[in-house]
């Protein structure tokens, strides 16, 4: 976690401030992580994301990520997971996306 003063500010420029930790293993299972505050994704945001999943689905996580950081600066977060792809996927997946009305349960079955 981050001291209480990096929070504090990142509060006062960003209203809603979350903590975010991606974990991986490199191919030598060495465990590695990413450790950073991001902001709450503004509608303009989903807009954004969702043009742009069409075309590459992980460029378009990792922008969502870089323009949601916080703190530290991005690029030094964004150094950190260059190489684990799936690790970008899936933290926009499970704690970003829910944030655009995403939680929800759905079925379907043949009738």
């Keep these: 976690m981050f001291d209480k003063e990096i929070v504090e500010k990142a509060k006062k420029e960003n209203v809603e401030v979350y903590y975010g930790e991606i974990r991986f293993a490199d191919k030598a299972g060495a465990a590695h992580s990413a450790a950073f505050l991001f902001r709450k994704p503004l509608v303009a945001d989903i807009e954004v994301y969702q043009r742009t999943a069409q075309k590459s689905p992980y460029v378009s996580n990792e922008n969502?990520?870089?323009?949601?950081?916080v703190h530290p600066q991005v690029d030094e977060v964004m150094v950190q997971v260059r190489d684990f792809p799936i690790a970008v996927d899936s933290f926009v997946g499970s704690e970003i996306v829910p944030f655009f009305g995403a939680s929800v349960q759905t079925a379907s079955q043949k009738v």
Excluded at 64 to 69: E, G, M, W
């Design 64 to 69: 969502l990520l870089r323009s949601l950081i």
